[in-house]
C-alpha cells in the first residue's frame, strides 16, 4: 500500500485496439503508456498484457493491462492527468465503445469509495468485465471491492463461473 510520499494507491485499467502507426501497434502503446506513469507517481506493479476481444460496435481485438500506481495525486487530479496521457498518447474521443488508441480507467483506489460528477470508483462495471479482471488479478488479487466486499480473486471467480453457467445454457 502506499508510503508517505505517494498517500494514494491506484488500480488502473489500460486498454488499445487501434495502432498509432505501424511502429505503435497496440501492445506497444500499452507499454509505453505504462512508463510514462512513472511520471504521476511510482508503478508498484503492472501485469501482463492480454488480448481479449471487443466490447460493443468495434470489431478489432484489444490489448489489455493493468497497474498499481501510489501516487499524491487526488482521484480527480489523476483522473485529469490520465486523460491528458490519453491524448498524449493519441486518444480522440469519437463513440462510445469504439476503437481507440488507449484507455486507460481508475477501478479502485485505497481510499474505498469516490463519486462526483466525472469519475466513479469503484469503476461501475469492472465486476462484469473479463478485460479488467483477468489483468487485475494479476497485480491486486486481494484488493478489495468496497461496494461488496469481495477481493478481485473472488470477483474473478464469481465472473467465471456465471460464464460458464451461461455457456452451458446456450
Known amino acids: 500500500m502506499p508510503g508517505t510520499s ?67 495525486l487526488a482521484p480527480e487530479e489523476l483522473l485529469r492527468a490520465l486523460q491528458e ?29 469516490w463519486a462526483s460528477r466525472s469519475l466513479l470508483i469503484p469503476h461501475p462495471a469492472f465486476r462484469t468485465r473479463d478485460f479488467v479482471l483477468k489483468p487485475l488479478l494479476s497485480v491486486a488479487p486481494q484488493w478489495r471491492d468496497p461496494r461488496s466486499g469481495w477481493t478481485v480473486r473472488h470477483l474473478g471467480r464469481r465472473l467465471m463461473k456465471a460464464k460458464t453457467k451461461d455457456a452451458a445454457k446456450g
Do not use: K
Request: charge should be positive; charged fraction near 20%; avoid cysteine.
Open 85 to 113: 496521457l490519453e491524448q498524449a498518447m493519441g486518444r480522440r474521443r469519437f463513440r462510445r465503445w469504439g476503437a481507440r488508441t488507449i484507455d486507460i480507467d481508475i477501478i479502485l483506489w485505497s481510499g474505498g469509495r
Open 6 to 72: 505517494h498517500p494514494y494507491a491506484y488500480a488502473l485499467s489500460l486498454g488499445s485496439n487501434r495502432a498509432l502507426s505501424a511502429s505503435l501497434p497496440p501492445a506497444r502503446l500499452l507499454r509505453e503508456a505504462m512508463e510514462r506513469m512513472g511520471e504521476l507517481g511510482r508503478v508498484s506493479h503492472a501485469s501482463p498484457l492480454f488480448t481479449t476481444p471487443p466490447l460493443g460496435p468495434s470489431r478489432r481485438l484489444f490489448t489489455n493491462a493493468a497497474l498499481l500506481l501510489e501516487t499524491s
